[in-house]
């Protein structure tokens, strides 16, 4: 009943010289066969199963980190068995898909049975647009939101007197956090009196960087004098 190869020696006596004979007896035929050959998962951790079917007594393995598996080893069966193994894919927080695999191996490792597992890339976090409130002469409260599939690590607001769409070269206010989805708030400073500011909230969750609709504010106050502002080049 073992799936193993077995082997005996019989030995013959004769009356003047023993002869020996190897009997071999093969191992079972076994039978092994999974119910999907690839299976695709979403960027966000997640679980799916795998079905492996069959008599022979197996082991799975992945050599990918990312995956685990719940089931490693089935130590056969006469009769054709159904064997759920549970695959789960941690959170993929990269603008790259990913490719893994899960492998059953059977037959006193001299066969094997392959399962490819896929991964998409994750998305970038989706910023809402800025209101802006509590307007003076040199400062502005900034508000905005964010969700998303992967905590934010870090945002905040760009801002510019003569960027329409203000990026990292401009002035900002950063923040820094885990949560997935939230709202935030941060005061811009250094602004001039009378004056017209482009602002821009941004968010990063490891896929990449992401922003928000680009709105206006302008400052109380008359057009601005040099004596106005401490930073009168800003």
Not at 123 to 133: D, F, I, P, R, Y
Not at 148 to 176: H, I, Q, R
């Amino acid at each position: 009943t073992s799936e193993e190869e077995r082997r005996a020696e019989l030995i013959i006596q004769g009356s003047q010289k023993n002869q020996t004979m190897t009997v071999v007896q093969k191992g079972r035929e076994v039978t092994l066969a999974l119910s999907t050959n690839s299976i695709t998962f979403s960027a966000t951790e997640s679980t799916a199963p795998i079905i492996a079917e069959g008599t022979a007594k197996w082991t799975a393995s992945t050599s990918d980190t990312w995956i685990t598996l719940d089931k490693s080893v089935f130590d056969g069966s006469a009769t054709s068995v159904k064997t759920t193994i549970m695959v789960t894919c941690k959170d993929n927080p990269s603008a790259t898909a990913r490719t893994g695999e899960v492998v059953l191996t059977y037959s006193n490792g001299t066969k094997s049975l392959k399962c490819t597992v896929k991964q998409d890339a994750g998305k970038k976090a989706e910023v809402g647009t800025t209101t802006l409130s509590e307007i003076t002469k040199n400062s502005a409260k900034a508000t905005a939101s964010y969700t998303s599939d992967f905590p934010v690590a870090v945002y905040g607001f760009y801002y510019s007197k003569t960027n329409t769409t203000p990026g990292e070269n401009d002035m900002k206010v950063e923040l820094t956090g885990s949560d997935k989805s939230g709202s935030f708030s941060a005061t811009l400073t250094g602004l001039k009196s009378g004056s017209k500011y482009y602002v821009r909230a941004y968010a990063n969750n490891g896929v990449g960087y992401s922003y928000g609709e680009v709105t206006t504010v302008t400052t109380s106050g008359d057009k601005p004098e040099n004596n106005d502002n401490p930073n009168p080049n800003l």
